[in-house]
């Protein structure tokens, strides 16, 4: 006769799941409803509006939307799926709500987000639809910032420039930044960089292939701009492949301009003025 349940092996379970899981998925998982009751009056796990069973290894995103009766999105889940975030955003919860949703148990320091769904997703799920994240993001952040993280979400996601400009967006802000996602941006850092310079209606041709290797940015005909994310050129090997091709770069007629992560995060002004004296003598712009 098999082993009836305990309170703590549904603890565990629910510890396994990630620290919070639907109570019909408890459920179907074959712990009986007597068993679940026992761990709540036990204290071993508290029940979120009747439908959610949270263990204390709940992560505090997903106990938010929970507790809101939502599912995570906008920056939240941006940060929670590994999108690129740019420096200086409120680490904030957003939650997604549907219009007249209840509010019991919503945290006044939740953002909240009532639209009508883009993508439906299930009860089971806390986790509001990707292209729901990138309408409300659209929404929240300023035009630049919006565009590092929808282009990261290009990339994570797999999603291709022609797939979000079909996406039926509710916001002139999210058509517009469907229709600039290029897709090629390896990292926000490199968005941060060329979108502006595409909004000036500048020649940018990203992943160019020259002198053997691929070059993040080709603008005009001679000006090539290299970023330095941490994670692609830390090691030795890497840095000294980057000289030597910067030099033969350089030998072949072309202007090198490499940026790290430190000058477009935190030295703007100073990247700037420095692209507007390469371009001048490149594209022949005033600076």
């Given amino acids: 006769m098999p082993r009836r349940p305990a309170s703590s092996d549904v603890t565990a379970w629910v510890d396994a799941a990630g620290g919070i899981a639907h109570r019909s998925a408890v459920l179907a998982a074959g712990f009986p409803v007597g068993v679940l009751r026992e761990s709540v009056a036990g204290g071993e796990l508290r029940m979120v ?11 505090g995103d997903l106990l938010a939307a929970a507790s809101a009766g939502g599912r995570l999105t906008c920056v939240s889940l941006a940060r929670r799926r590994g999108w690129w975030m740019p420096d200086g955003i409120p680490a904030q919860h957003h939650v997604h709500l549907v219009p007249h949703a209840s509010t019991t148990g919503l945290d006044a320091a939740t953002a909240t987000h009532w639209t009508r769904p883009l ?24 035009w630049n910032d919006a565009l590092v993280v929808w282009e990261s979400a290009a990339r994570v996601e797999a999603l291709a420039p022609e797939t979000l400009q079909a996406v039926p967006w509710t916001s002139v802000a999210a058509r517009e930044l469907a229709s600039a996602v290029t897709g090629l941006a390896d990292s926000g850092l490199e968005t941060i960089l060329f979108a502006p310079l595409r909004e000036r209606g500048l020649p940018v041709v990203q992943q160019a292939k020259i002198a053997g290797r691929f070059v993040d940015a080709l603008v005009g005909d001679r000006l090539v701009l290299q970023v330095d994310g941490f994670a692609f050129h830390s090691s030795s090997a890497q840095r000294t492949a980057d000289v030597a091709h910067d030099a033969e770069l350089r030998l072949r007629g072309y202007t090198v301009l490499r ?15 420095t692209l507007q004296r390469a371009l001048a003598q490149r594209l022949h712009l005033r600076p």
């Fill in 119 to 142: 993508c439906p997703v299930a009860r089971t799920d806390l986790e509001a639809g990707i292209e729901d994240a990138l309408g409300h993001i659209a929404q929240c952040l300023s």
């Fill in 259 to 273: 940026f790290t992560y430190r000058q477009l995060v935190h030295e703007r002004a100073g990247v700037e003025w």
């Fill in 49 to 59: 509006r009747r439908a959610w069973c949270v263990s204390g290894a709940a992560p």
